[in-house]
């Protein structure tokens, strides 16, 4: 049985990701890739083929290169498939299609689109001051008295008159000669 790490090992037993990765850096360093002894890296290429983090950062290492240094064959851009000219031939013909008489904006389409858009958030409104107004209402008053206080408020105590004053001091005098 032949797995994919059997492969691997029999198309390249020798470059293991480390070796890649330094060949990687070296060839980002190299200014271009003629002067790596003008021929390309097989071993590498075959180490990319099969292993996706190595190629990954060779990736990441030829696009540092072309912005760096500007390297026009590394910056060769693809042609697009068929697939981007049907989504391309799809937008011109959206934006080119006449408006329908439903999606034209006027003033009562506006209202209208902003009417349904609060309706959730009024309803939940009218909801909450209801719920909080039922439960405030029924809410046992904690208080005692069913009067209402207000702040500030004045209590008037009538003046003591003479008979009120001779009653008191009577009133000490007989206790302490109670004692």
Request: charged share 25%; hydrophobic share 40%.
């Amino acid at each position: 049985m032949i797995t994919d790490t059997n492969k691997k090992a029999r198309l390249d037993p020798e470059l293991g990701c480390r070796e890649a990765r330094k060949r990687i850096r070296a060839q980002q360093s190299l200014p271009t890739p003629e002067a790596n002894s003008g021929q390309p890296d097989s071993r590498l290429d075959a180490h990319l083929l099969f292993c996706p983090n190595c190629a990954a950062e060779a990736r990441v290492s030829r696009l540092y290169r072309f912005i760096l240094a500007g390297d026009a064959p590394l910056g060769t851009t693809l042609e697009p498939d068929a697939d981007w000219f049907k989504g391309l031939r799809a937008r011109i013909e959206r934006e080119t299609s006449p408006k329908s008489p439903a999606s034209e904006e006027s003033f009562a389409g506006i209202v209208w689109l902003a009417a349904r858009q609060m309706v959730p958030a009024m309803v939940a409104l009218v909801l909450l001051i209801v719920g909080a107004t039922l439960f405030w209402s029924s809410r046992p008053d904690l208080r005692g008295s069913t009067d209402p206080v207000l702040m500030n408020q004045v209590v008037e105590y009538p003046q003591p008159t003479s008979d009120d004053v001779l009653g008191t001091l009577l009133a000490v005098e007989d206790k302490k000669n109670a004692k």
